[in-house]
């Protein structure tokens, strides 16, 4: 459904569409998409060079910083949060962290990184799950983490756990 958003928007602003009918993607294209995995932590890290866990900041799972960061097990409610109501990164983006799990655009392997390009890895070719990133409002602290990224998401998944972010190219 992400990727059919994409493309529908992609449509309606005139733009050329990122992903064919099979879902494969062509970040070249100047239509909207779903972001890949390293896109999504830089976005996060907001082009932070010294890597924290959280990046709100080394002492990230304090009770009182991770709240004012973001929604997650403890102050959720059990529920998806209006978004924007937590602080922002420092690239203004909102609900970086928790609230719910952002879908990327890379497949999921466990082996992908031992032989990726060091820079802007666009991920595997295919697997059966799709990465997600963030941590939502039903976990615990440490999925909020930075480089924490759950790849155990089938794309025909549906969770109110999950959301999306889109990105495009320039």
Not at 20 to 36: C, E
Not at 45 to 70: K, L, M, Q
Not at 108 to 130: K, M, N, V
Request: proline share 5%; with cysteine; glycine share 10%.
């Amino acid at each position: 459904d992400a990727v059919d958003y994409c493309n529908w928007l992609s449509d309606q602003t005139g733009r050329e569409r990122c992903y064919d009918g099979s879902y494969n993607v062509d970040i070249t294209k100047k239509g909207y998409r779903l972001p890949t995995e390293a896109e999504w932590e830089y976005a996060c890290r907001a082009g932070e060079t010294v890597f924290h866990d959280y990046y709100w900041g080394e002492d990230g799972i304090n009770p009182s910083n991770i709240a004012s960061y973001c929604w997650y097990f403890d102050n959720s409610g059990g529920h998806p949060n209006i978004v924007g109501t937590k602080l922002p990164n420092n690239f203004g983006l909102y609900d970086m962290a928790g609230n719910v799990w952002e879908w990327c655009n890379d497949w999921h392997s466990s082996t992908y990184y031992t032989i990726s390009p060091s820079f802007d890895p666009l991920g595997p070719i295919s697997s059966s799950f799709h990465v997600t990133r963030g941590g939502g409002f039903a976990h615990l602290p440490d999925c909020c983490r930075s480089a924490y990224h759950n790849g155990y998401a089938a794309p025909s998944y549906r969770s109110s756990n999950f959301g999306f972010r889109i990105v495009r190219t320039k």
